[in-house]
């Protein structure tokens, strides 16, 4: 596998349930992201990872988590979310930060 | 005010028409600027990035960026029925340090067709 990989490609999820997101990346990045890509709005950055390390959390409400264990995986845990939180998430990585993301294909996520 | 503003669209155009796709910015602590193709259900992928002012050109595409009046562009040449996709512009900006501070700031996005 080459690039960048997420899983599972779409989710449904209701607002009481738990479940996560996972990201792989293949490419011996340092640097690992989480976007949230909504209709009519531009890509708005969730969380930063830099060597395992959070560097930044873009005041994202705490039914986000996230989980770096190493710089080839992240994770997103979602619990009781609400409807309004239904898009695509991104995972993206880069050696260095500030350009060139190779980006995942994303999660499309549903909460009903 | 946004820090990005880019217009949705959507924008149609026939097969070999030059395409023309804009971004204003507002922070003037961006250097690094990057245009991104996103195709249905896939990411977004880099397609080009410049730093600071100027040209550059690859193949079909010329992105130019314009710092004194915050204003950056993507012309598509002889547009293709495949360059059908959103387009994101993107930028950063670097600290005092000079080391990147990390984050991208996108635009909207503008969704382009082309029909042959």
């Known amino acids: 596998e080459t690039g960048v990989t997420q899983t599972p490609r779409h989710l449904v999820m209701g607002m009481t349930n738990k479940k996560s997101l996972k990201c792989e990346q293949h490419?011996?990045?340092?640097?690992m992201y989480w976007y949230k890509q909504s209709a009519k709005k531009p890509l708005e950055l969730m969380f930063v990872?830099?060597?395992?390390?959070?560097?930044e959390n873009n005041s994202v409400p705490s039914r986000f988590s996230p989980e770096c264990p190493n710089s080839s995986h992240l994770f997103l845990h979602l619990h009781t979310l609400q409807p309004e939180d239904s898009a695509l998430y991104l995972c993206?990585?880069?050696?260095?930060?500030?350009?060139?993301?190779?980006f995942g294909s994303g999660t499309r996520l549903t909460v009903v | 005010q946004k820090e990005v503003e880019q217009d949705p669209g959507p924008l149609s155009v026939p097969e070999g028409a030059i395409v023309s796709l804009n971004c204003t910015y507002s922070?003037?602590?961006?250097?690094?600027f990057m245009w991104y193709r996103q195709y249905s259900r896939k990411g977004p992928e880099l397609l080009m990035y410049?730093?600071?002012?100027g040209n550059k050109e690859d193949g079909r595409f010329t992105a130019q960026v314009d710092k004194s009046s915050k204003y950056i562009s993507l012309f598509i040449r002889d547009s293709q029925p495949s360059d059908s996709a959103t387009y994101l512009c993107?930028?950063?900006?670097?600290?005092?340090?000079?080391?990147?501070?990390?984050?991208?700031?996108f635009g909207q996005g503008t969704i382009l067709t082309v029909h042959p």
């Open positions: 993206a990585s880069s050696q260095g930060q500030g350009f060139g993301y190779t």
């Open positions: 922070n003037s602590a961006f250097q690094y």
């Open positions: 993107a930028m950063s900006a670097f600290n005092a340090g000079g080391t990147s501070y990390g984050k991208l700031t």
């Open positions: 490419l011996g990045h340092n640097a």
């Open positions: 410049t730093y600071s002012s």
């Open positions: 990872y830099n060597f395992k390390e959070q560097t």
